[in-house]
């Protein structure tokens, strides 16, 4: 079988934070129930990931984040691809973040049975590889209501929460 044909991918991911980030994404879907990262900036010295939602978590959310994301890491998960057409795309991946001209053919990528979304980008093989995931700082930004007084200045209490993470003792291959 020939390799399918993606679009050009124009990042050199450092691959254990870029595994990483599928952990983190899916830890913060499954405590807070909201989308993957709305956008990411990720590299070797640090991470900086942006969730939307509805209110600022706690020290304690915030500390069983990190927990949740190095006991799934600990597990030493493999990480997988897989190629599927558009039309065998399965029910839990989202595609809103595809672009217009992605191919036909999309690559899966599987961290075990934790995390599974579209991606072209570069992984680790075995999630022990990533090393210790550490929270280095959070930020919270309420998001403005464009209503003008006297209403609300924040929409729902809803805000950008930014997650700033390092890794440490990641597999030295990478």
């Known amino acids: 079988m020939t390799e399918p044909i993606l679009n050009e991918h124009n990042k050199n991911e450092y691959q ?3 595994t990483a980030e599928h952990i983190l994404n899916q830890t913060m879907i499954r405590m807070f129930g909201c989308e993957r990262s ?17 209110f600022c978590p706690t020290d304690e959310q915030v500390e069983e984040i990190e927990r949740r994301v190095n006991e799934v890491i600990a597990a030493d998960l493999p990480v997988t691809l ?42 680790v093989e075995h999630t022990s590889e990533i090393g210790h995931f550490r929270i280095s700082s959070t930020s919270w930004t309420p998001n403005v209501s464009t209503t003008p007084p006297p209403y609300p200045a924040t929409a729902s209490g809803s805000g950008t929460f930014r997650i700033v993470f390092r890794l440490d003792g990641a597999n030295e291959k990478y």
């Open 82 to 123: 897989e190629f599927v057409t558009r039309d065998n795309i399965p029910a839990e991946v989202s595609l809103a973040k595809l672009p217009e001209d992605a191919s036909e053919t999309l690559r899966l990528v599987r961290v075990g049975d934790y995390d599974v979304c579209a991606c072209i980008g570069a992984h």
């Open 16 to 18: 254990p934070a870029h």
């Open 38 to 54: 709305r956008n990411a900036h990720v590299e070797r010295k640090k991470s900086k990931l942006n969730y939307e939602l509805p």
